[in-house]
């Protein structure tokens, strides 16, 4: 019987996108999008979620594009300018499932530990959590088996009787192989519907 539920955070409570900052400075949408394609990429940002400095991470790509540096240095002194609204009808499947009293609820997030705090202070639905493992404090990330464990272990919860909800399926599927059953998010409606089935709400 499922007595834990295990949020992801991006693209499921909270929407984040790099384009939000970056149309301010491109003129040309191609352009920008040839910029986080080739530059500022979703694998260079991924190594800040598993705990390289934001520093450490700019320092690399200005070495290597010194062309693109005021552009790579904006990635993260606006930062902030990049996170956008939470996903209201996500965050209320998480408020049903939290006043129901029967689940344990966690966040199990890729996220830098230096911006992190920055959503802490914007969403207080993230203090709703029984607790939340950000992979930057931890200097692991998703889809490592030893990053779920960290929850595992730490919270003392039973694969078996969690139930975990994230976008991005190479995570599911990581999850799954650790025993833990799990939902691959894709729209809040969708999620109801298979909560429903489960019996969960």
Not at 57 to 75: D, M, S, W, Y
Not at 104 to 127: C, G, M, Q
């Amino acid at each position: 019987m499922i007595n834990t539920i295990i949020f992801d955070l991006g693209a499921v409570l909270i929407d984040w996108n790099p384009h939000y900052m970056y149309k301010t400075l491109f003129t040309d949408e191609e352009e920008m999008k040839n910029f986080l394609a080739t530059v500022c990429t979703s694998d260079w940002n991924e190594e800040q979620d598993a705990g390289r400095s934001l520093q450490d991470g700019t320092e690399i790509l200005v070495k290597q594009f010194p062309e693109h540096e005021a552009n790579i240095r904006a990635f993260y002194t606006r930062w902030e300018e990049m996170l956008g609204d939470a996903f209201e009808d996500t965050v209320a499947v998480f408020k049903e499932l939290k006043e129901s009293g029967k689940y344990k609820i966690y966040a199990l997030t890729n996220w830098s530990a230096e911006t992190f705090p920055v959503a802490l202070e914007r969403f207080d639905f993230l203090h709703w959590f029984d607790g939340i493992v950000v992979s930057g404090a931890e200097k692991m990330r998703k889809p490592a088996p030893a990053f779920y464990q960290i929850l595992l272990d730490r919270h003392v919860i039973n694969p078996e009787e969690a139930l975990f909800i994230d976008d991005n399926y190479r995570n599911i599927l990581a999850a799954e192989k650790l025993g833990i059953q799990s939902i691959h998010f894709t729209s809040a409606d969708v999620l109801r519907e298979k909560l429903i089935e489960l019996n969960v709400l």
